[in-house]
C-alpha cells in the first residue's frame, strides 16, 4: 500500500520560514512529478509547486522567490521551502507523486495534508 506522509506544517509568524517534507512509502517503481497544492477555506485547492524527475521546477507566481520545492530520490521525499511567510499562505498543504505502479503505468497519490498558519 502506497502512502504520502507530510511533516514539517505550523503556525509562524509572518516573514518567518517552515520546511514541509512529503515521504512516499510502499510499493512502486519509481517516482515521476512531485508537487505540493495548498487550499485555504472556500477556496478550492491550488498548484504551489511541482518539480520533474529531471529537475525542473514551476511555481505559482504567488509564491515565486519566497518558496523552493526539492527532492531527494534517494529518499522518495520532495520538500517545500517556504520563506517570507504571508497570512494569504495559510492553508492545509497537500503533496502529490505520479508513481509507477506498474511498468510505465502511473497513478497519482495524495498526502492526508498538513496545516500552515501564518499570524502575528
Known amino acids: 500500500q502506497v502512502q504520502l506522509v507530510e511533516s514539517g506544517g505550523g503556525l509562524v509568524q509572518p516573514g518567518g520560514s517552515l520546511r514541509l517534507s512529503c515521504a512516499a512509502s510502499g510499493s512502486f517503481l519509481s517516482i515521476n512529478a512531485m508537487g505540493w497544492y495548498r487550499q485555504a477555506p472556500g477556496n478550492e485547492r491550488e498548484l504551489v509547486a511541482r518539480i520533474t524527475s529531471g529537475g525542473s521546477t514551476n511555481y505559482a507566481d504567488s509564491v515565486k522567490g519566497r518558496f523552493t520545492i526539492s527532492r531527494d530520490d534517494a529518499k522518495n521525499t520532495v520538500y517545500l521551502q517556504m520563506n517570507s511567510l504571508k497570512p494569504e499562505d495559510t492553508a492545509v498543504y497537500y503533496c502529490?507523486?505520479?508513481?509507477?505502479?506498474?511498468?510505465?503505468?502511473?497513478?497519482?497519490?495524495w498526502g492526508q495534508g498538513t496545516q500552515v498558519t501564518v499570524s502575528s
Open positions: 502529490n507523486a505520479d508513481l509507477e505502479y506498474y511498468s510505465h503505468n502511473f497513478r497519482r497519490y
